[in-house]
């Protein structure tokens, strides 16, 4: 008799979700429009799953003619949704863009002398939904967006090759305080070295920062390929450093500890590299030659391989695209494989 209470039960809060469903979801259909229904789901692929906002952001900046109904139909809808149901556009989301192939259109261009020629021109349906996900924007993001299927390389590779950087134990309601203490950590040690780390390639050379916390400890191990170039001249920085980081954290009841280890081929790291090649593209050398010449460091740290890909507006270009160039064996499909990654961003007078 308890199982069948429970299961009528959740049938009940199933349908009540989806009479809420619906009251929060917003329908858009354009029928007939004159285009390639292939060409409409280039750009219905780029919006599909985000929110309203950036998809209007998205859709002016896109190249395409598609983009102009597009925008528009995504536009009523989310006046409709405004007028009609009270919804608030910050919170609506696209969570199906759809495009069907309707009937293809048959003309006859008219030419003098018995010259005419038929046209074919295709049509199509493009559907559009909007949601609002304000009140229960865990379920939406788990069930309706269609996120990606990407995974970070070292996070997947963790207990085979790679290992924490962080550890310590935390109950769960204080698990997300420790991780903004341990990202505020990394920032405020990444900000004092380039205060006063003088280095004419602005290569910082941090190549990764552990953390270990215990109840009255925290013990920092910061790894550098040039820590000379940080600690001569004025050999308290490191004290210098440890009170920074006290006063930004207003540590009381727990010591810090903070250390500095020597990388031995701080080349064979890719934040290392990445940095460097970032340096040269902000010194707008051509990206080519950083690129070569990151591989001939990484020669010399007696690595058996390197991949390096670049995108964005490379050599002040309009269009952005994706430049990459492999030198040697990069086994990815081998999780036994020692593999580093890393992802770097760089402000360049032509943008990110």
Same mark, same amino acid.
Request: aromatic residues 6%.
């Given at each position: 008799?308890?199982?069948?209470? #429970? $299961?009528?039960?959740?049938?009940?809060?199933?349908?009540?979700?989806?009479?809420?469903?619906?009251?929060?979801?917003?329908?858009?259909?354009?029928?007939?429009?004159?285009?390639?229904?292939?060409?409409? #789901?280039?750009?219905?692929?780029?919006?599909?799953?985000?929110?309203?906002?950036?998809?209007?952001?998205?859709?002016?900046?896109?190249?395409?003619?598609?983009?102009?109904?597009?925008?528009?139909?995504?536009?009523?809808?989310?006046?409709?949704?405004?007028?009609?149901? +009270?919804?608030?556009?910050?919170?609506?989301?696209? &969570?199906?863009?759809?495009?069907?192939?309707?009937?293809?259109?048959?003309?006859?261009?008219?030419?003098?002398?018995?010259?005419?020629?038929?046209?074919?021109?295709?049509?199509?349906?493009?559907? &559009?939904?909007?949601?609002?996900?304000?009140?229960?924007?865990?379920?939406?993001?788990?069930?309706?967006?269609?996120? %990606?299927?990407?995974?970070?390389?070292?996070?997947?590779?963790?207990?085979?090759?790679? +290992?924490?950087?962080?550890?310590?134990?935390?109950?769960? *309601? $204080?698990?997300?305080?420790?991780?903004?203490?341990?990202?505020?950590?990394?920032?405020?040690?990444?900000?004092?070295?380039?205060?006063?780390?003088?280095?004419?390639?602005?290569?910082?050379?941090?190549?990764?920062?552990?953390?270990?916390?215990?109840?009255?400890?925290?013990?920092?191990?910061?790894?550098?390929?040039?820590?000379?170039?940080?600690?001569?001249?004025?050999?308290?920085?490191?004290?210098?450093?440890?009170? $920074?980081?006290?006063?930004?954290?207003?540590?009381?009841?727990?010591?810090?500890?903070?250390? &500095?280890?020597?990388?031995? *081929?701080?080349? %064979?790291?890719?934040?290392?590299?990445?940095?460097?090649?970032? %340096?040269?593209?902000?010194?707008?050398?051509?990206?080519?030659?950083?690129? *070569?010449?990151?591989?001939? @460091?990484?020669?010399?740290?007696?690595?058996?391989?390197?991949?390096?890909?670049?995108?964005?507006?490379?050599? %002040?270009?309009?269009?952005?695209?994706?430049?990459?160039?492999?030198?040697?064996?990069?086994? @990815?499909?081998?999780?036994?494989?020692?593999?580093?990654?890393?992802?770097?961003?760089?402000?360049?007078?032509?943008?990110?």
């Amino acid at each position: 008799m308890t199982n069948m209470v #429970r $299961n009528k039960n959740k049938d009940l809060e199933i349908r009540k979700r989806e009479k809420e469903d619906i009251k929060t979801e917003v329908y858009a259909l354009s029928q007939s429009i004159s285009m390639s229904a292939h060409k409409a #789901r280039r750009v219905l692929d780029q919006i599909r799953g985000r929110s309203y906002q950036e998809t209007l952001m998205i859709l002016e900046l896109m190249p395409y003619r598609a983009c102009y109904p597009i925008f528009k139909l995504i536009y009523s809808a989310a006046a409709n949704a405004k007028h009609n149901m +009270g919804l608030n556009e910050e919170y609506l989301v696209i &969570i199906k863009a759809t495009v069907n192939e309707d009937t293809t259109v048959k003309k006859l261009k008219p030419r003098a002398r018995g010259r005419s020629y038929p046209i074919k021109r295709p049509t199509c349906h493009i559907t &559009i939904v909007l949601k609002d996900i304000s009140l229960y924007e865990e379920s939406v993001v788990e069930n309706s967006i269609s996120m %990606g299927q990407k995974i970070n390389p070292l996070g997947f590779r963790l207990a085979t090759t790679q +290992g924490h950087h962080s550890l310590w134990f935390a109950q769960p *309601k $204080n698990y997300s305080k420790g991780l903004q203490e341990d990202q505020k950590i990394r920032e405020c040690i990444k900000n004092y070295v380039q205060k006063n780390m003088r280095i004419s390639s602005g290569v910082e050379g941090i190549a990764r920062i552990e953390i270990q916390k215990r109840i009255d400890l925290i013990q920092i191990i910061i790894h550098m390929g040039f820590p000379k170039l940080l600690v001569e001249g004025k050999p308290r920085r490191i004290e210098e450093l440890q009170m $920074n980081v006290q006063k930004e954290l207003n540590y009381v009841n727990r010591k810090l500890n903070i250390t &500095i280890t020597r990388i031995t *081929k701080p080349y %064979g790291h890719p934040n290392i590299l990445a940095e460097f090649i970032a %340096g040269q593209l902000r010194n707008r050398v051509s990206f080519r030659k950083a690129i *070569k010449k990151a591989i001939e @460091l990484t020669e010399q740290a007696d690595t058996k391989g390197i991949q390096v890909q670049i995108a964005g507006r490379i050599d %002040g270009k309009e269009i952005a695209r994706v430049e990459w160039i492999r030198e040697g064996r990069v086994p @990815l499909q081998t999780i036994r494989a020692k593999i580093d990654y890393c992802s770097y961003r760089v402000r360049t007078n032509m943008g990110y």
